[in-house]
Antibody
Framework: EVQLLESGGGLVQPGGSLRLSCTASGFTFSNNAMNWVRQAPGKGLEWVSGISASGDKTHYADSVKGRFTISRDNSKNTLYLQMNSLRAEDTAIFYC???????????????WGQGTLVTVSS | DIVMTQSPDSLAVSLGERATINCKSSQSVLYSSNNKNYLAWYQQKPGHPPKLLIYWASSRESGVPDRFSGSGSGTDFTLTINSLQAEDVAVYYCQQYYSNPYTFGQGTKLEIK
């Protein structure tokens, strides 16, 4: 059974940093591209970032480019999202999502974690 | 960016009846070289993450009941739920994966009448 377990969310002040983690099990992690998708409270879904199966290619939404960094450790079956210079508008549930593909281009998401809440507030 | 617009924002359908949700993209998501539409549909129930229902506009994900179907091409797409069940109450999202950023529609809330 595929499982994705996010951690690292919490309350942070504007301008602060957080690192999210997503630990995967139940599939060959190194064979799939991975992504982060967020959902502001009571709002819709926003794709944030993606990374190829090998980790050599990354993609970002313009809203987070230059502030967020996606990475992965295939030896630990873990996906990361380093978030710097956080803003109030980054407040959201962050979901780790598995891409059905390998390259990370043209991703759609066949498995999702339960999400971790990030709150940016003073 | 490709803007995805769903209609209606909400709808109420009687049990056993058909629900139809529309999704329109601001530009075509049909890739001519492989004749595939880069369009997916998701279902999200309260307090849960989204669940993939349909990809390539009309391919049903494994385990999804066959009362769910997707259709359309280019810029206009439809998710149809036949014989609505109580467990289908949810918010439904379309998503284009044709080009970065990979955008979602605003969601359609489906309720029982």
């Amino acid at each position: 059974e595929v499982q994705l377990l996010e951690s690292g969310g919490g309350l942070v002040q504007p301008g602060g940093s957080l690192r999210l983690s997503c630990t995967a099990s139940g599939f060959t992690f190194s064979n799939n591209a991975m992504n982060w998708v967020r959902q502001a409270p009571g709002k819709g879904l926003e794709w944030v970032s993606g990374i190829s199966a090998s980790g050599d290619k990354t993609h970002y939404a313009d809203s987070v480019k230059g502030r967020f960094t996606i990475s992965r450790d295939n030896s630990k079956n873990t996906l990361y999202l380093q978030m710097n210079s956080l803003r109030a508008e980054d407040t959201a549930i962050f979901y780790c999502a598995k891409d059905k593909g390998i390259s990370g281009q043209n991703p759609y998401f066949d498995y999702w974690g339960q999400g971790t809440l990030v709150t940016v507030s003073s | 960016d490709i803007v995805m617009t769903q209609s209606p924002d909400s709808l109420a359908v009687s049990l056993g009846e058909r629900a139809t949700i529309n999704c329109k993209s601001s530009q075509s998501v049909l890739y001519s070289s492989n004749n595939k539409n880069y369009l997916a549909w998701y279902q999200q129930k309260p307090g849960h993450p989204p669940k993939l229902l349909i990809y390539w506009a009309s391919s049903r994900e494994s385990g999804v009941p066959d009362r769910f179907s997707g259709s359309g091409s280019g810029t206009d797409f439809t998710l149809t739920i036949n014989s609505l069940q109580a467990e289908d109450v949810a918010v439904y999202y379309c998503q284009q994966y044709y080009s970065n950023p990979y955008t979602f529609g605003q969601g359609t809330k489906l309720e029982i009448k």
